[in-house]
């Protein structure tokens, strides 16, 4: 056997290891995650039927039970653990790039650089666009359908055979430019929060990663998901609100990104850039914690 056929079936158990675990914080997420978005989604998209958070919350339930915060999650269960699978797979490999760039030992604990941390995370954001654009536009084409309206969609499956049929792939990636934007900022910001303070905590601590105890893993993962989403909202709310717009030419409020912003800066000024925030602080949290104590937990027992 040669000398680099053991590392490449090293390289690729870690893969499968970094894969599977990424599943497992995925779906941690959305079960976490879920009501919270739904909510955001409502007032990022409709803010003329809901008044706020808690107004949304209650029409919600009024309308459509306490089953209506979870209208769309098949897509999402589905989806997001297979985005955060892409993106714990890439993190991790750009992690071992960066460490091999600095000259770090192979088995030691890499102690990457802000910016090497930030461009790390910006790549698995932007491998994960791929995913988690058509993911995400099915997912709120569902969350802002309400019992009490004709449905369009019977659900994830109708929806995306209907959107194909008339408008092609194109359609299913509507929106792709600004959850590209999202996703390079977002992704970086979010990994760069959670790994600096698990680099600094261990050089403090000269424990292991695998020694950290999950509360510090919660409070990381909050940290990194309010990094997220308070440097990437914005472009959020456009991405929810051409994703939510009509295909044909007649039916288009917005025709791209700057266009989107540009109006809504006309209609709704500054504030309607963050629409729906509080919904997405309040599921930062939870949903972020989550991510990646099903993660930390997952490669713990993967070993």
């Known amino acids: 056997m040669s000398q680099t056929e053991p590392e490449r079936a090293d390289g690729a ?57 979870y209208k769309g999650t098949t897509t999402p269960l589905v989806g997001v653990g297979l985005c955060v699978s892409i993106q714990f797979l890439v993190m991790e490999h750009m ?40 993911v995400e536009h099915i997912r709120v084409r569902l969350q ?27 359609g299913i990636y509507k929106g792709q430019v600004a959850t590209v934007v999202r996703e390079f900022n977002g992704y970086g910001m979010y990994f760069l929060a959670y790994e600096a303070l698990v680099q600094r905590t261990m050089r403090q601590t ?13 409070l990381y993962g909050a940290a990194a998901g309010f990094a997220m989403w308070l440097t990437s909202y914005p472009i959020d709310v ?39 925030i509080t919904p997405c602080l309040l599921r930062a949290a939870p949903a972020n914690a989550a991510t990646f104590i099903g993660f930390e937990m997952a490669m713990r027992v993967l070993g």
């Open 13 to 69: 158990m870690r893969a499968v290891k970094d894969c599977l675990a990424g599943s497992v914080g995925g779906i941690a997420q959305v079960f976490a995650g879920q009501p919270f978005d739904t909510v955001k989604v409502r007032l990022q998209t409709q803010p003329e039927l809901y008044r706020g958070t808690i107004d949304a919350v209650r029409k919600t339930i009024q309308n459509d039970g306490f089953s209506g915060f």
């Open 95 to 134: 992690k071992r790039t960066f460490a091999k760039i600095n000259g770090t030992p192979s088995g030691q604990t890499p102690d990457l650089s802000a910016t090497q941390l930030y461009m790390a995370g910006a790549t698995a954001g932007v491998a994960n666009s791929i995913v988690s654009g058509p």
């Open 144 to 170: 802002v359908q309400t019992a009490g309206s004709a449905a369009q969609y019977k659900g994830p499956i109708d929806c995306i055979g209907q959107i194909y049929r008339g408008f092609g792939l194109a």
């Open 206 to 218: 000269g424990r292991r990663r695998d020694e950290l105890s999950l509360g510090l893993v919660c």
């Open 238 to 276: 456009i991405k929810s609100k051409l994703q939510t717009d009509g295909f044909a030419a007649g039916a288009r409020k917005y025709n791209g990104t700057i266009d989107c912003a540009q109006k809504i800066m006309r209609q709704e000024g500054f504030g309607g850039f963050f629409r729906g």
